[in-house]
């Protein structure tokens, strides 16, 4: 069965850190490229970093120098380090695996809530 199950979101006040994970199976992780989307409330889902399967990395403007995506493909691990965490942080964090000719696999959501 291919699952993705994300964890670490929680409630953080501003200027906190967060630190979520993306755990894989059901598929060679290796081979897909992997991706954190948000979903603000009321707003639609929008991609926050990217990391590619030869390790580059890519980031939306409004996250540069806060987050950092990662992956172990060891583990079949993805991870997303949040930092100086904002209120306009607050969203359902997606984990994304994509690869061409696949179907686009998602997880089920980690709620981050930033407020005092």
């Known amino acids: 069965q291919v699952l993705l199950v994300e964890s670490g979101g929680d409630l953080v006040q501003p200027g906190g850190s967060l630190r979520l994970s993306c755990v894989a199976s059901?598929?060679?992780?290796?081979?897909?490229?992997m991706a954190w989307y948000r979903q603000p409330p009321g707003q639609r889902r929008v991609v926050v970093a990217r990391?590619?399967?030869?390790?580059?990395?890519s980031y939306a403007d409004s996250v540069k120098g806060r987050f950092t995506i990662s992956r172990d493909n060891a583990k079949n691990t993805t991870n997303l380090q949040l930092n100086d965490l904002k209120p306009e942080d607050t969203a359902v964090y997606y984990c994304?695996?994509?690869?061409?000719?696949?179907?686009?696999?998602w997880g089920q959501g980690t709620q981050v809530t930033v407020s005092d």
């Open positions: 990391i590619f399967t030869d390790g580059a990395t």
């Open positions: 994304n695996a994509n690869r061409i000719f696949s179907p686009t696999l």
């Open positions: 059901g598929i060679d992780f290796g081979i897909y490229h």
